[in-house]
Structure formats: structure tokens, C-alpha cells
């Protein structure tokens, strides 16, 4: 599995980015957060029912995100035609704030060694990447776990100020450095 200090892979994928008609689909590819920070989070597969409730708090997450200067993309092994489908048909994703990428092929999750060895879907995966394109922080989670999304954004925090930061530490608080 690639971790931390590492260059996020290159990539260039299909992606559910609205469901206003004749704008759903856009390609995105590591350009699209060059010079920013990333937040890319997977998840197994559409039509499940961990999923949505992970999906769903990273969008109400969202303005933290972007307040953070931090670009929010989401990823599974489903094509952008399903998630298409699947933003249309749940309430809690229909007004999504992010592209919802399809990693049809899984060529992204196996790259980064993610992939279920039950079923080769991509785990529970959240990368945050930095500016120059490096992994700073990787959490990944049994298919059956969902993740904290505050601990995503805490995470975030803590990582931007380039300083020590203790057990529990949280914005506004004094680092070790």
C-alpha cells in the first residue's frame, strides 16, 4: 500500500461531478488539486449502506474543507454512470459538493494497494495529500467500519500547521513546537 511521504499516483478518471443535464461527467486527474490540498476518500461500492453515511458527512464537511483550502473528492470501483444513477436515487446525495469518481477499472485502487482481497473492491481508504502532490496521511478501514470524517478535518488541521502537534490536538490549541 502506498503511505505516507509518498507521491500520489498519477491519474486521470470519469467522474459524476452534477446532476444537471449535459454537465454530469468531467474527467479529474491529479491537475485538478495541483498546488492544493487533497482529501481523497473511497468506498467499496455504490447502492450499499455504509456508504452513504460516509458520503453524506463528508458533504455536510465540505465548507471545512474548502475553508482549509482543501479539495474533497470521492472514489469507488463503480462507473460515473452509476453514480449518476445513485445521486439520483438517494436523498442524501442528490446536492453533492464534490465529484464522485468512478474507478471502473480499479486501476487507482490497485495502484495504491487498497483493493478488498474478499472481493477487490476499494477498502475504506482516505488519503490526505499536500500541495506538492504527497501523501501525508492514510486511514484505511474494513469495508464494514465507517470512518470519522472529524478526524479527517482535525487531521487536516493539525497537518497544516507543520508543527508538532500532541495526542488529541486540535485547532486553535498550542502545538509542541
Not at 499516483?9 to 467522474?15: C, D, G, I, M, V
Not at 467499496?44 to 474548502?66: G, M, Q, W
Not at 459538493?97 to 474507478?103: G, L, N, T, Y
Request: glycine share 6%.
Amino acid at each position: 500500500m502506498l503511505g505516507i511521504g509518498e507521491k500520489f499516483p498519477e491519474f486521470k478518471l470519469e467522474a459524476c461531478v452534477s446532476r444537471e443535464k449535459g454537465k454530469e461527467f468531467a474527467q479529474i486527474s491529479n491537475s485538478n488539486f495541483k498546488g492544493s490540498w487533497a482529501v481523497m476518500f473511497f468506498w467499496p461500492l455504490d447502492f450499499t449502506f455504509v456508504c452513504p453515511t460516509e458520503i453524506a458527512e463528508f458533504n455536510k464537511a465540505h465548507k471545512d474543507f474548502a475553508n482549509r483550502e482543501a479539495k474533497l473528492f470521492g472514489l469507488s470501483a463503480d462507473s460515473h454512470f452509476t453514480h449518476l444513477a445513485w445521486r439520483e436515487n438517494h436523498a442524501d446525495l442528490k446536492d453533492l459538493h464534490f465529484p464522485m469518481i468512478a474507478d471502473y477499472n480499479k486501476s487507482l485502487t490497485q495502484t495504491l494497494g487498497i483493493a478488498s482481497k474478499a472481493n477487490g473492491a476499494p477498502l475504506r481508504a482516505t488519503y490526505i495529500v499536500d500541495p506538492e502532490g504527497i501523501i501525508r496521511w492514510v486511514s484505511v478501514n474494513d469495508l464494514s467500519v465507517g470512518r470519522n470524517v472529524k478526524e479527517v478535518v482535525r487531521t487536516l488541521d493539525a497537518l497544516q500547521t507543520d508543527e508538532l502537534c500532541p495526542c488529541n490536538w486540535e485547532k486553535g490549541q498550542k502545538t509542541l513546537g
